[in-house]
T-cell receptor, first 120, second 113 residues
């Protein structure tokens, strides 16, 4: 079964500095998709960035970039120039297209999240 | 504006009572999902539906039920069989194909009185 692991329960970063949030994944599929979501205290889930397993370039979206190392099965999120508004929970997720029985599922599996606190 | 609407934002359940959480989307998405989030934990999938009149159990379906009679709507019922229902519930939708992202609602906090 597919699994997402986020080993950092919480992180502190100074405003304007860069921070890396770790994510490792486990899958036997050759084709998969990896996502990062942000959850502020209001509870909504905000999509940040996506990386496909066959994408040769690391994904970037503004201040967010994904450090994708396929051989190590890691998909770390890098936030550059942190802002106070970046303080939130961050979740790494993987898209499962087929379940172990071969049936189509098309569901998203989440890690346990990392709580980021940006300090002024 | 297109999006996903969850209601109510806060819900209280008495012992032995069934309660229903509403989820409506106007994104014309085929697939819809219900996730449960407990404090300090990630999201766990309860049920999902890839098309109208069809749905599948997720990882923690016991004590919950769903219906998908309309493309726009995917209500979740928390039954009395769910012994620990206090959690934050998130509804999501997607086009249902490929590796596209999920769009989420703003969630419902369910508490037991």
């Amino acid at each position: 079964a597919q699994k997402i692991t986020q080993t950092q329960p919480g992180m502190f970063v100074q405003e304007k500095e860069a921070v890396t949030l770790d994510c490792t994944y486990d899958t036997s599929d050759q084709s998969y998709g990896l996502f990062w979501y942000k959850q502020p205290s209001s509870g909504e889930m905000i999509f940040l960035i996506y990386q496909g397993s066959y994408d040769e370039q690391n994904a970037t979206e503004g201040r967010y970039s994904l450090n994708f190392q396929k051989a190590r099965k890691s998909a770390n999120l890098v936030i550059s120039a942190s802002q106070l508004g970046d303080s939130a929970m961050y979740f790494c997720a993987m898209r499962e297209i087929f379940n172990p029985d071969g049936g189509a599922t098309n569901k998203l599996i989440f890690g346990t999240g990392t709580l980021l606190a940006v300090q002024p | 504006d297109g999006g996903i609407t969850q209601s109510p934002k806060y819900l209280f359940r008495k012992e032995g009572q069934n309660v229903t959480l509403s989820c409506e989307q106007n994104l014309n998405h085929d697939a819809m999902y219900w996730y449960r989030q407990d404090p300090g934990q990630g999201l766990r999938l309860i049920y999902y539906s890839q098309i109208v009149n069809d749905f599948q159990k997720g990882d923690i379906a016991e004590g919950y039920s769903v219906s998908r009679e309309k493309k726009e709507s995917f209500p979740l019922t928390v039954t009395s069989a769910q012994k620990n229902p206090t959690a934050f519930y998130l509804c999501a939708s997607s086009t249902g194909t490929g590796y596209e992202k999920l769009f989420f609602g703003s969630g419902t906090q369910l508490s037991v009185l």
